[in-house]
T-cell receptor
Framework: AQSVTQPDIHITVSEGASLELRCNYS??????LFWYVQSPGQGLQLLLK??????LVQGIKGFEAEFKRSQSSFNLRKPSVHWSDAAEYFC????????????FGQGTELSVKP | NAGVMQNPRHLVRRRGQEARLRCSPM?????VYWYRQLPEEGLKFMVY????????ESGMPKERFSAEFPKEGPSILRIQQVVRGDSAAYFC?????????????FGQGTRLTVV
């Protein structure tokens, strides 16, 4: 069965430090992978997506993610975190053959220390 | 181009009442998806609709929940006889097509509280 695991429920980093959020997926075929960000009380905003091609994907707000098939991972990174990055981050994999049908991980809450 | 619009943003219902959640997709989008987010959890797929058709309802609870997307007007998620466990955030997403490489855009959600 398809699934997404985000091993870290909560991460705290200092402002200006680098960030890596982990995501592991289970999927039989080539996955379609997404990272979304959710600010408190808000909807989800797409940060980046991987469909095919270059395994290093650039997104908005300075985020990037690397698809590693051998490790079934799609980790999200940012070289220097800003206080405004504090939010909840969700990794998702496309399910079946329907574009908007996604399987989400449980999310990682990011706190940023001044 | 307005984004996906959901209303109301917050909804309070007493146990046993009905809840109606509305979703207007982005202009030009004919595919709608509903998700539920329980406290401290990720989003769970509920149902996928195109105009006048339910395509995939594999995530819908078997009882009390229904969804529609009429030819005219918004998509509606209806929960009858609500219970405390229905308290959650309900998100709608829309896309212009249904293919796997199609991006879905999310609304801001409706937060349902059952008292």
């Amino acid at each position: 069965a398809q699934s997404v695991t985000q091993p870290d429920i909560h991460i705290t980093v200092s402002e200006g430090a680098s960030l890596e959020l982990r995501c592991n997926y289970s999927y039989g075929a080539t996955p379609y992978l997404f990272w979304y960000v959710q600010s408190p009380g808000q909807g989800l905003q797409l940060l980046l997506k991987y469909f095919s091609g270059d395994t290093l994907v650039q997104g908005i707000k300075g985020f990037e993610a690397e698809f590693k098939r051998s490790q079934s991972s799609f980790n999200l990174r940012k070289p220097s975190v800003h206080w405004s990055d504090a939010a909840e981050y969700f990794c998702a994999v496309g399910a079946g053959n329907q574009g908007g049908k996604l399987i989400f991980g449980q999310g990682t809450e990011l706190s940023v220390k001044p | 181009n307005a984004g996906v619009m959901q209303n109301p943003r917050h909804l309070v219902r007493r146990r046993g009442q009905e809840a109606r959640l509305r979703c207007s997709p982005m202009k030009g989008h004919s595919h709608v998806y509903w998700y539920r987010q329980l406290p401290e959890e990720g989003l769970k797929f509920m149902v996928y609709l195109q105009k006048e058709n339910i395509i995939d309802e594999s995530g819908m609870p078997k009882e009390r929940f229904s969804a529609e997307f009429p030819k005219e007007g918004p998509s509606i998620l209806r929960i009858q006889q609500v219970v405390r466990g229905d308290s959650a955030a309900y998100f709608c997403a829309s896309s212009p097509g249904g293919g796997m490489n199609t991006e879905a855009f999310f609304g801001q959600g409706t937060r349902l509280t059952v008292v």
